[in-house]
């Protein structure tokens, strides 16, 4: 009994630490930088950036505006960053899913360990340089 405990225990943190951070934290570099931590990339999150977005097209084209205000700018900047390190995110979970799937066939197991090596990769070089607010 204590074994299962254990063993769920393990299995648990382990899932959980999957879940919880993949990259290293970004600090912030002073007035104006303001990293966005990568548990913000949820789907509740990206569904609202993407209903913003829309909001912002629609009030630009009903409005016959030329271009969108200089603050909407970086107003889109932050609804594409959510939604954007939210589909990495997400893209990098799937894969990890799948290599620890004991029901995948070993040829996609190795296919799905190098994907998530690379998503890795491009969520945490996301993570680093892009998923910031601009203002």
């Known amino acids: 009994m204590k074994q299962t405990i254990l063993i ?62 200089p603050e909407e700018l970086g107003e889109m900047r932050n609804h594409f960053m959510m939604i954007k390190g939210y589909m990495l995110k997400t893209m990098l979970v799937r ?14 197991r190795e296919m799905m360990e190098k994907s998530s090596t690379y998503l890795k990769k491009d969520f945490c070089d996301f993570i680093e340089n892009d998923a910031y607010v601009s203002h």
């Open 8 to 69: 769920l225990a393990f299995s648990f943190f382990s899932i959980t630490a999957h879940g919880v951070e993949f990259c290293k934290k970004v600090k912030s570099q002073g007035e104006g930088h303001w990293p966005v931590d990568e548990s913000a990339f949820t789907l509740e999150r990206a569904n609202k950036a993407a209903s913003e977005l829309q909001k912002l097209i629609n009030a630009n084209t009903t409005n016959n505006k030329e271009a969108p205000y």
């Open 95 to 108: 894969s990890i899913r799948s290599k620890d799937d004991k029901k995948t066939d070993k040829v996609t």
